[in-house]
């Protein structure tokens, strides 16, 4: 039966897909993909941006998370 992936192979496989969706597609197929790994991996380092697009110091997620809590009042049951 042959190679599968010999470069006859895949140079056909890619001038189909060419075909089907175009260079403009695929190069911003391409460019939304790269976007989508660069902030992926900027955020896995931690450099997260507050919302004034300054860096946002590094803080325990325990901090962080008190900061943003809001209390909420509880009403207390009587007993009849």
Excluded: Y
Aim: glycine residues 12%; charged residues 25%.
């Amino acid at each position: 039966m042959g190679d599968l992936f010999t470069i006859q192979h895949l140079l056909l496989i890619l001038l189909i897909v060419v075909l089907v969706f175009g260079t403009k597609k695929l190069r911003n197929i391409g460019a939304d993909l790269g976007g989508a790994v660069k902030s992926f991996k900027e955020g896995m380092a931690g450099g997260g941006t507050a919302t004034d697009g300054k860096p946002e110091e590094a803080k325990p997620l325990e901090e962080k998370s008190a900061a943003t809590r809001t209390e909420i009042p509880t009403q207390e049951k009587t007993h009849s």
